[in-house]
C-alpha cells in the first residue's frame, strides 16, 4: 500500500503531469465559458452585436401628389440630392468642427449652399441682417440655459454671439469667418439633437459634382451621409402658392396636436393650403430599413426593409389655365393701375412718386441686407452697404436699439437726405433680381444719363421686371373667384398677393421672414378677407322687395339724392355726392343698371313698415341673405373667414364678444387703467342715482328719497370706503376675469338672447345694457357683497340711520302734503317708528346700493368701448351692402352662383376626388353637396337678371363699357365698399346670360377710383374659360420623379 501511494506521489510530482492537468483545467474553464456565451447569454450577446453593426432606419413615404380638374401636375415629389450627418457615428467635437468646415468650404467651392439660418454677415465684423423678430427666432435655436438667459443673449451683439457659440461649440483653431460656417452647420444639427438616431439635413440640392466627391473620399468625411431624397415642388408655386399651402418640417404646436397620429418632431407635414387641410390623405406610411454598417457608420448592406406606401393623390376642381389667366390678369391690371398712378392719376386717382414705391419696395423686404453683405466688392448693392454700415455704426447705441440698418436706410432714402439716391436703390435692386433693367438702363444709370426713376419704375411694371406684390402701394392686392354654378365646383381662386410655395419649401428660413409686412403675402384674400360687398348685395334687397310684395318690378320710386326718412345724418344716393342732384323716378330694373342707392333705402324701409317689430325689416332682409348661404361659410376644404350679416344680433355678438376677449386676456397695465377708470366714476359719488322709479313701494321710496339720502350718505361712504375702494373694484375685475375664462361663451349668449327678446321700444346699446349689467352682476355679486360687508359694517351706525332719518322726514313732509292717506306716507312713518329696530336692514340696503353702483360702473366702462347704435339708417344702409356686412370673394361666388342658377345654393368644393393609393380602392369622386334651396318666384329671379344684364349692356350700365361688345352675353353687377379713407371695388356676375355656366367675382382693394380694373379681370376670365373647349391628356396617377 505504501509503496502504491509513493507511486501516486512520483506521478503528481512530475512536471508533466502537473502541465497535463493544467492544461485539462484551462480546458475545462474555456469550455465553461463558452457554454456560458453560446447558451446561457447567448441572446445578450447576440443583441449587442447586432447594435454594433446594425441601423434601423426609417424610409420617408413620398407624399400624395396634388392634381388639377384635368390631372395636370400641380404638387410632385422632385429627387434631389441632400448630405445629411449621421449624429450616431461617435466623433470628439474637434474632429466634428473640422469635417463639418471641410464640408461647407467644398460646397462652396462646386457653388452649392448648406443650411445657413444664422442672421449674421458671414465676415466680420459680424453685424446682424435681418429682422428682430427674426434674431428672437434665432435665439431659440442656439443653446441657452433659460428664458432670462436667452434674454440676456438677445442683448448681446452679433460677434458677441459668435464668441458665445463658439465656446458652447467647441470651435477651435479656426479664423472667424471658418468658425461662423461651422457655427451654421452646428446649429442645425442643435435643432434636432433631441433625437441622436436620426440624420440631420445639412444640404439639399446638391450638385452631383459634389456627391461624387465626398462619396470618393468618404473616408475624409465620417458621419457624412449622401442620399437621393423627394422634395415637394409646386409647378405653378406663385399662381397657386396660397391656395396649395406648403410642406416643411412639423412646428412644435403641431408635434404635441398630432404625435398620437405617429408623427415625430422632423416630420414634413403641410402648412396652409391643400397641404395643411388633406395631410391626412396625402401622408404616407412610412417604411422602414435595417441595414448593417461598418465601424464608422458607414452602410455596408441592407439586412431587411419594408417599403414606404405613398399617400393619396388629390385632385382638385381647379382649372390650371383658368387659375394662371386670373392670376396673371390680376397682376397685369394692378400694374396698369399702379402706372396710371405713376403717370400723375387724374381727378379721382390720386398720383404717387417714385421715392414712395422705392421706400415702400424697401419696406416689403426687396433689399436684402445679408445679400447686400455676401455681394461681390465692385457690386454696386457691396459698396451701397459698406457705406451704409458706417452710418449705422456711427449711430448712438440707443438708436441702434430701436432701428436696424434697413431701417435707417429707409429713413434715409424717404427723407431725402442725398446719401443714397434713388437710382443707386433700383442699381441695388437691380442686382439683386428685384428689378430686371436692361445692360443699357444700367449704363446709362452709372454715367448719370438715364432719365427719371418714374420713367424707370413704368418700363419695369409695363415690362414685368417689377411686379405690385413687390410693394404696397395701392391698389396691390386683389382677389378673384370662379364657380361652376351647377355643382359649385371652384374652378379658380386667386388671392393676390401670394408667395412663392417652393421657397416656402426649400428655402423656408430665409424667404418666410421676408413676408412679414403691409402685403400680408401669407392672407389669401379671396378665402379670408371679409368686405362690405356694397352695390354687389342691392340684388339680394331687390328680391326680398319682390318676394315681400312691398314693390313690383314697375314701382316707381323718386330719387331725390338725399333719403330723409331715417334721421340724421341723412343717407345719400351716390349720384347726389357726385352732382348735387339724384336719378329722378327709378324702377327695380333702373335701380340696378346705374345703382341707385335711394331706391334700396326705400325697399328697406318699406320691409321695416311690413314688419311692424322694432327691427322687423332687418329681420325680414336678412331671411333672404341666409337663404343664399351668407351667414355660414361656404363649405369649401380650405379654411376661411367667417361671413358677417348687418344685423343687431350680430353687432351685440361681436362687439361683446371682442370686449369679453379683450376683458378676459387683459394684462396687468391694462386691467389697471380700466381699475383706474371705474375708480374715478365711483370717488364721484358712491350712493347711486337711478333716473326712474320701479313699480313697487319699496322702489318708490328710495325714488323720491334719493337726493337726501345721497346728500346724508355720500360723505359717509366716501369715507368708510377710503382706503377700500380701489381694491374692491380690483377684485371685481379679477372675479370678472375669472368667469369669463370658464363661462364666456355662456354669458355671451344670455345677453344677446335677452337684447334681442327686448320688445321695449328703446335704443339697442339701453337693451344690451341691461343685459350686459345683469351678467357682470352674476358673475361678481357675491364677491361683493361679503367684501362691501366687511366695510359697512365698521361703518357707525348711527351715520347710517341718522342719514336714513333725515330723509324719511323730509319726504314724509313733502308726500304728507300732498296725499297725506297714501301709501307712500303710511309706509314712511312706519319706518321713522322702527328706525332704531332695522339697523340690519339699513345696512343691507347699503350694500346693495354700493354693489348696485359699482356693477353699473363696470357695465359702463364695458359699454364704453362698444359701438351697439342700431337705428332705421343702420337698416337703409346695409340693404345697399354697407353697415356691418362683410364677405370673402368666396362667399359672394357662392351667392351669385345661386342667384345664377336660381334653384340652389351648393356648397363649394375645390376637391374633385381622391386617388386611394393607400387602400389601393381607386379614383373616389365627391359629390355635389346641396346647403338649401331658394324656392323664388321664376318672375322674381327674371327681373333681377334684367336688372343685371341692363348693368352690362344697358346704356347707363356701369359695366356696359367692358361688356358691351363682348362676344358673350354678361349679366353682372359692380359695387364699392367704403372703409375709412379707402374704397373696394367688386365685381360679380355670370355667363353665358341665358344659360349660366360659370359665376366670376373679382375684388380689387384699395382701389380708389381704378374699380374698372376688376371688371377688366373677369372680362379675362371669362375669355378663357369661353375659349377653351380643348381636351387636355390626364396625367399618370402614378407618384413620379420630375427631372
Not at 506521489?9 to 474553464?29: A, D, I, Q
Not at 456560458?36 to 420617408?60: C, F, G, M, P, W
Not at 336714513?804 to 323730509?810: G, I, K, L, R
Request: charged share 25%.
Amino acid at each position: 500500500m505504501k509503496k502504491k501511494t509513493n507511486k501516486i506521489l512520483h506521478m503528481l510530482s512530475e512536471r508533466l503531469f502537473l502541465m497535463y492537468l493544467g492544461v485539462c483545467v484551462l480546458f475545462l474553464v474555456i469550455v465553461g465559458k463558452f457554454y456560458q456565451l453560446q447558451i446561457i447569454e447567448h441572446d445578450k450577446y447576440a443583441n449587442n452585436l447586432r447594435a454594433s453593426v446594425e441601423r434601423v432606419i426609417d424610409i420617408t413615404a413620398p407624399r400624395g401628389l396634388i392634381y388639377d380638374r384635368y390631372g395636370r401636375p400641380l404638387a410632385i415629389n422632385k429627387p434631389t440630392n441632400v448630405v445629411r450627418l449621421d449624429q450616431q457615428v461617435k466623433m470628439d467635437k474637434e474632429k466634428l468642427n473640422q469635417v463639418l468646415l471641410e464640408l461647407a468650404l467644398l460646397l462652396e467651392k462646386n457653388g452649392d449652399t448648406y443650411e445657413d439660418n444664422i442672421p449674421i454677415s458671414k465676415s466680420t465684423p459680424f453685424e446682424y441682417t435681418e429682422s428682430k423678430t427674426s434674431i428672437n427666432q434665432f435665439m431659440y435655436s442656439i443653446p441657452y440655459n433659460d428664458e432670462k438667459h436667452r434674454q440676456e443673449l438677445l442683448q448681446k451683439s452679433a460677434s458677441e454671439i459668435i464668441d458665445y457659440l463658439k465656446v458652447k461649440y467647441d470651435i477651435k483653431n479656426m479664423t472667424d469667418e471658418e468658425a461662423r460656417k461651422v457655427i451654421a452647420l452646428r446649429t442645425e444639427i442643435y435643432k434636432v439633437a433631441y433625437s441622436k438616431y436620426k440624420p440631420v439635413e445639412l444640404a439639399t440640392h446638391v450638385s452631383d459634382e459634389t456627391i461624387a466627391y465626398l462619396e470618393e473620399h468618404h473616408d475624409d468625411f465620417p458621419s457624412i451621409l449622401v442620399d437621393v431624397a423627394p422634395v415637394r415642388y409646386y409647378t405653378e408655386p406663385e399662381v397657386l402658392g396660397n391656395l396649395l399651402g406648403y410642406t416643411r418640417t412639423i412646428t412644435e404646436a403641431q408635434y404635441e396636436e398630432m404625435k398620437d397620429e405617429g408623427y415625430d418632431k422632423d416630420d414634413i407635414v403641410g402648412h396652409e393650403g391643400i397641404e395643411k387641410t388633406m395631410e391626412s390623405e396625402l401622408r404616407g406610411q412610412k417604411g422602414v430599413e435595417r441595414v448593417e454598417v461598418d465601424n464608422v457608420g458607414r452602410r455596408v448592406h441592407t439586412i431587411e426593409k419594408d417599403e414606404a406606401i405613398p399617400g393619396n393623390d388629390v385632385f382638385l376642381t381647379i382649372d390650371l389655365d383658368l387659375q394662371k389667366v386670373a392670376y396673371e390678369s390680376t397682376e397685369r391690371n394692378l400694374s396698369e393701375a399702379l402706372i396710371e398712378r405713376l403717370k400723375g392719376g387724374n381727378d379721382k386717382v390720386e398720383a404717387v412718386s417714385s421715392k414712395e414705391m422705392i421706400v415702400s419696395m424697401l419696406e416689403s423686404s426687396q433689399l436684402n441686407l445679408k445679400q447686400m453683405d455676401e455681394a461681390k466688392e465692385d457690386s454696386i448693392q457691396k459698396q451701397l452697404y459698406t457705406r451704409l454700415m458706417e452710418k449705422y455704426n456711427s449711430l448712438d447705441a440707443v438708436i441702434k436699439e430701436t432701428m436696424n440698418a434697413l431701417d435707417l436706410l429707409i429713413q434715409l432714402v424717404d427723407e431725402e437726405t442725398g446719401d443714397f439716391t434713388e437710382k443707386e436703390i433700383l442699381l441695388a435692386l437691380n442686382e439683386q433680381g428685384a428689378l430686371n433693367l436692361s445692360e443699357q438702363t444700367v449704363t446709362n444709370f452709372m454715367n448719370n444719363r438715364q432719365g427719371t426713376t418714374e420713367a424707370t419704375l413704368i418700363q419695369q411694371l409695363e415690362t414685368g421686371g417689377l411686379k405690385p406684390n413687390q410693394m404696397s402701394i395701392m391698389p396691390s392686392s386683389a382677389a378673384s373667384v370662379v364657380v361652376d354654378v351647377h355643382t359649385g365646383e371652384v374652378l379658380a381662386l386667386v388671392g393676390y398677393p401670394s408667395y412663392d410655395a417652393n421657397q416656402m419649401t426649400t428655402n423656408f428660413n430665409r424667404y418666410y421672414n421676408t413676408l412679414f409686412d403691409s402685403r400680408s403675402m401669407l392672407w389669401n384674400r379671396a378665402l379670408m378677407t371679409a368686405k362690405a360687398p356694397g352695390s354687389t348685395f342691392k340684388m339680394i334687397t331687390g328680391i326680398a322687395g319682390l318676394e315681400e310684395g312691398v314693390v313690383t318690378p314697375d314701382t316707381l320710386i323718386y330719387d331725390t339724392g338725399v333719403y330723409e326718412k331715417v334721421g340724421t345724418p341723412a343717407p345719400k344716393c351716390w349720384i347726389h355726392t357726385n352732382t348735387g342732384g339724384g336719378h329722378g323716378n327709378t324702377n327695380l330694373n333702373k335701380a340696378l343698371e346705374v345703382s341707385c342707392n335711394y331706391y334700396f333705402y326705400e325697399v328697406a324701409y318699406r320691409l321695416g313698415l311690413k314688419g311692424k317689430t322694432p327691427y322687423g325689416g332687418i329681420d325680414m332682409l336678412t331671411k333672404y341673405v341666409e337663404m343664399f348661404g351668407l351667414d355660414k361659410k361656404t363649405g369649401i376644404e380650405l379654411a376661411e373667414s367667417p361671413p358677417n350679416i348687418s344685423t343687431p344680433y350680430n353687432l351685440v355678438k361681436n362687439q361683446v364678444a371682442e370686449q369679453f376677449s379683450i376683458l378676459r386676456k387683459a394684462e396687468e397695465e391694462r386691467m389697471a387703467g380700466y381699475v383706474e377708470d371705474v375708480l374715478a366714476e365711483m370717488e364721484k359719488g358712491i350712493y347711486p342715482i337711478v333716473s326712474q322709479s320701479g313699480p313697487s313701494l319699496n322702489e318708490q321710496i328710495d325714488y323720491l328719497a334719493q337726493y337726501e339720502l345721497k346728500r346724508q350718505l355720500e360723505p359717509v361712504l366716501q369715507d368708510g370706503f377710503e382706503d377700500h375702494l380701489e381694491s374692491l373694484i380690483e377684485n371685481a375685475y379679477k372675479q370678472i376675469q375669472l368667469s369669463l375664462q370658464t363661462k364666456s361663451n355662456e354669458y355671451l349668449e344670455k345677453i344677446l338672447q335677452g337684447t334681442i327678446n327686448d320688445t321695449q321700444e328703446k335704443s339697442l346699446k339701453n337693451k344690451a345694457k341691461v343685459q350686459i349689467t345683469e351678467v357682470i352682476g352674476e358673475m361678481i355679486s357675491d364677491h361683493l357683497d361679503t367684501q362691501i360687508k366687511e366695510i359697512v359694517d365698521k361703518i357707525d351706525v348711527y351715520d347710517i340711520l341718522d342719514s336714513y332719518e333725515y330723509a324719511y322726514n323730509t319726504l314724509y313732509n313733502r308726500q304728507f302734503k300732498t296725499d297725506p292717506n297714501g301709501e307712500i306716507v303710511k309706509e314712511v312713518k312706519r319706518r321713522l317708528e322702527t328706525l332704531d329696530e332695522d339697523e340690519a336692514i339699513y345696512r343691507g340696503y347699503l350694500i346693495e346700493k354700493v354693489k348696485s353702483n359699482l356693477i353699473t360702473s363696470i357695465t359702463n366702462e364695458i359699454l364704453s368701448g362698444l359701438r351697439l347704435d342700431w337705428k332705421e339708417g343702420t337698416t337703409v344702409r346695409t340693404a345697399i351692402g354697407q353697415g356691418d356686412n362683410a364677405f370673402t370673394p368666396l362667399q359672394m361666388a357662392r351667392y351669385i352662383a345661386a342667384l345664377a342658377n336660381g334653384k340652389n345654393v351648393h356648397d363649394l368644393r375645390v376637391i374633385s376626388g381622391i386617388n386611394q393609393v393607400k387602400e389601393d380602392l381607386g379614383y373616389m369622386a365627391t359629390d355635389p353637396v346641396v346647403y338649401n334651396t331658394l324656392n323664388l318666384k321664376a318672375s322674381t329671379l327674371e327681373h333681377i337678371y334684367e336688372g343685371m344684364y341692363a348693368v352690362t349692356h344697358g346704356t347707363l350700365g356701369s359695366a356696359r363699357h367692358t361688356f358691351k361688345d363682348f362676344e358673350i352675353e354678361v349679366a353682372g353687377k359692380t359695387g364699392t365698399a367704403q372703409e375709412g379713407k379707402y374704397e373696394h371695388s367688386w365685381f360679380v356676375g355670370f355667363a353665358p346670360y341665358k344659360d349660366p355656366q360659370i359665376a366670376v367675382v373679382t375684388t380689387v382693394y384699395n382701389a380708389n377710383g381704378q374699380g374698372t380694373y376688376g371688371q377688366l379681370i373677369a372680362r379675362d376670365i371669362l375669355t378663357e374659360y369661353f375659349s377653351l373647349g380643348k381636351e387636355v391628356p390626364k396625367m399618370t396617377l402614378d407618384n413620379m420623379f420630375v427631372e
